[in-house]
């Protein structure tokens, strides 16, 4: 059966009334966690990650579906509305948005937000459908030194790339690889690095990890940073009157269009990330733009393009996590531990062996986008009342809902500590500028990665050449290469324009959850 015929199957699946109803609750929680300030994507799944425990696999896949394009959605309303990203990706949404709404045009932004974010999840996940299965049907020929050079891929990329110090990433995925060999040796059934613990001996959850990491972690962070007194929150116009006029609708389509086209390839490959896909955009919509000078006043083409964008690439990770299991973001990397959570793994295999549980996956990315459009404009005066809640009771709720989360795993108080352990870590490591979503990946991916490599040195029977010289591992470090100048030219050029914005424009960022 092709790909449409199995897409069918999904959607068959999807818009069961079960499976809708979860697909909504995914979507509704997803951006009320989203929207509210300092929690972007990645710390709404990692903390949303244990109310998926009592589920079976299908529905709680349709639910993170939901969250995940949920909670990418709700950073919007905060930086648009609040002046406060609370992601690198979501800079440019608070500058022209932010600019938008204190000319008493919030609504017109957070419409354009919307509707762009529904075209490009739309187009996107048609490129994940089409994409995905070729790519999944050449992946399943590859032997062990090749999968070991995806996961080397994986690990200088978002080592090296994600963050602002290449020497911090690599420190942060070595912290990961160490956290990883925790544990009982598969081969020797020797106890490694777990201090005589037999807590330990299992190995560290990684579910504690992520939501120590950028729940507990991130929370500490945030509230550190909080301001006193009260939250000004710019109010929304009602009324359909006040939303996108026909002049707006003539601007916003075609950077919703080239958003898409500029967020989705760069979202596949490592290191790519929405951010730089958001300023990619931002770059491309006022070099195109006859009206040049409303950007940084309030241009709805710097709201539309870049939103377009980080929706896409929000599309264009999943297509490396579900063909290859390579998680290139930190939200990525949080859907991979619930993947793991019911015993499946991601890669070649999952379109063969799951064949069920990714098309409903995929068909619930499309109803998912088309909830999300359903639910937010008429309910946008509901998601700005979320912005006035205290900032104590806020946070202290997360930590509340991350430590039962963590209790909830095994009922041992245990895990409790290792989630304090792990908490603190995260902080200190967001204090002195060391990203956190190498940590994710290394400890992730390190197990696979020296299994892979066991396997590649016995069949060569401890040949290290079998490494690099078989067809496809040789092309993929030439690739990684490229891809590595590649990346830093971009990084480069994203740094220019981050300068260029900040000279002219202030803009608080509460948290950097995917880099």
Known sequence: MDSWGLLLDGFATALQPEYLMWAFIGVFIGTAVGVLPGVGPAMTVALLLPLTYSLDATAAMITFAGIYYGGMYGGSTTSILLNTPGESASIVTAIE???????????AALATAAIGSFVAGTIATVGLTLLAPLLAQFAVSLGPADKFALIVIAFITVGALMGKSISRGLVSLAAGLFLGMVGTDALSGQQRFTLGLPELGDGINVVLVAVGLFAVGETLYVASRLRHGGVDVIPVSKGWRNWMTKDDWRRSWKPWLRGTAIGFPIGTIPAGGADVATFLSYATERKLSKRKSEFGRGAIEGVAGPEAAN???????LVPLLTLGLPTTATAAIILVALQTYGIQPGPQLFTNQPALVWALVASLYVGNLLLIVLNLPLVGMWVKLLQIPRPYLYAGILMFAAFGAYALNFL????????VIGLLGYFMRRYGYPVAPLVVGMILGPMGEAFLRQALQLSQGDLSTLILQPFAAAAYAFLALLV???LWLRRRQARYEQQLTQSISVPILADQEI
């Open 97 to 107: 948005g932010n600019r938008m709404a204190k000319l008493g045009r919030g609504a």
């Open 311 to 317: 929706n896409a690439a929000a599309a264009g990770v």
């Open 413 to 420: 108080i245990a895990d409790i500590v290792i989630l304090v």
């Open 485 to 487: 100048i590649g990346a």
